[in-house]
């Protein structure tokens, strides 16, 4: 039996982007100690690609890529808030900011630490995240 679908409401410091996002709680978050998810505090939620709706301009986000490139680190050009990512570890994705969500005080979320300094040997762990 599936838990009925909640919408959620997120974005950047500014208002420049803004998202809605369907999701079933309880809901999986997860601390990561990666170095670009411990310098700025993200807290992952990750829903599936199709559960994700920009509902701002594409052209308001930076992208930022590194190590292997895959994964999308989108910043809102205009304060540099990451409220939402493309996941190399679920490339068919989108990882929310729980710390950018406007009803997170209202969510049944569970949160757990990922250990990402070793992400290579727990990505795998990852993959029903996006599901």
């Not at 729980?98 to 040997?121: K, M, P, T």
């Amino acid at each position: 039996m599936t838990s009925p679908m909640t919408t959620i409401h997120g974005g950047c410091h500014c208002g420049a982007v803004r998202y809605r996002a369907e999701l079933s709680e309880p809901l999986e978050a997860l601390r990561c100690n990666c170095s670009i998810c411990a310098a700025c505090g993200f807290v992952h939620l990750i829903v599936a690609a199709r559960n994700f709706t920009l509902l701002t301009d594409p052209a308001a986000l930076s992208e930022y890529r590194f190590n292997s490139g895959v994964a999308r680190h989108l910043f809102c050009a205009q304060c540099g808030i990451k409220s939402y990512y493309v996941p190399r570890s679920n490339p068919d994705g989108i990882s929310l900011n729980l710390n950018c969500i406007e009803e997170r005080g209202q969510l049944d979320v569970r949160i757990s630490d990922f250990d990402g300094q070793n992400w290579e040997a727990h990505a795998a762990s990852l993959q029903h995240l996006s599901a």
